[in-house]
């Protein structure tokens, strides 16, 4: 996998961003895709995961309601879409894949920054 994630940036309160993660590495439905976090200060977290075939998901469940990941194997690509977003959400969103050994972080992207405004 090569994974490049974008769509962060500066956003207020109650707003709204969707990230996308690319995989160069044309996996298609091959993996379970992920997105983590980590906030300043802060350990990495859990997001959000999608199995292969999209067909099930699971969330933090501070995001739940709120965040949701979807994929389209055809693009190779991973989106997280991020609703009614608030301050304790900024932080850098990473996309990752598991490749069948856990979450190794050999097989994350590069982060993108969310940063929201009070």
């Known amino acids: 996998v090569q994974l490049q994630a974008s769509g962060g940036g500066l956003v207020q309160a109650g707003g709204s961003l969707r990230l996308s993660c690319v995989d160069y590495g044309r996996s298609g439905g091959t993996y379970t895709m992920g997105w983590f976090r980590r906030a300043p200060g802060k350990e990495y977290e859990f997001v959000a995961a999608i199995s292969r075939s999209g067909d099930t998901t699971n969330y933090l469940d501070s995001v739940k309601g709120r965040f949701t990941i979807s994929r389209d194997n055809a693009k190779n690509t991973v989106y997280l879409q991020m609703n009614s977003l608030n301050p304790e959400d900024t932080a850098v969103y990473y996309c990752?894949?598991?490749?069948?050994?856990?979450?190794?972080?050999?097989?994350w992207g590069q982060g993108t920054q969310v940063t929201v405004s009070s």
């Open positions: 990752a894949a598991d490749l069948g050994n856990g979450w190794s972080t050999d097989n």
